[in-house]
């Protein structure tokens, strides 16, 4: 069973950065494609980047484009984003997300596997 775990979640002043950790466990995951969504009280989930374990090709949404990093450690099976430059509108849970694909998917819809969440407050 495909188990994900976040971390690195926090309150930070605008312009700030955090790093959040996907701790994934439970299959090899060579083959699949690892996401990163955010919701925002009262907002639908969104996309927010996805990288292809095996290929590390890597999908942003625009509004994080030049500022978030998606990363992964192969020998830790963990995912990183990088958060830098943040503004309050970041401001959400963060959840981590895989499934087997051998592209990147942008949508809620293509991942069947989720981890709890993790807060990100940012302060204006």
């Known amino acids: 069973q495909v188990q994900l775990v976040e971390s690195g979640g926090g309150l930070v002043q605008t312009g700030g950065s955090l790093r959040l950790s996907c701790a994934a466990s439970?299959?090899?995951?060579?083959?699949?494609?690892m996401g990163w969504f955010r919701q925002a009280p009262g907002k639908e989930r969104e996309f927010v980047a996805a990288?292809?374990?095996?290929?590390?090709?890597?999908n942003y949404a625009d509004s994080v484009k030049g500022r978030f990093t998606i990363s992964r450690d192969n020998a830790e099976n963990t995912v990183y984003l990088q958060m830098n430059s943040l503004k309050p509108e970041d401001t959400a849970v963060y959840y981590c997300?895989?499934?087997?694909?051998?592209?990147?998917?942008?949508?809620?819809?293509?991942?069947?596997?989720w981890g709890q969440g993790t807060q990100v407050t940012v302060a204006s």
């Open positions: 997300a895989a499934d087997r694909y051998f592209g990147v998917l942008t949508h809620t819809k293509g991942y069947n596997y």
């Open positions: 439970g299959r090899t995951f060579s083959n699949y494609v």
């Open positions: 990288i292809n374990w095996n290929s590390g090709i890597t």
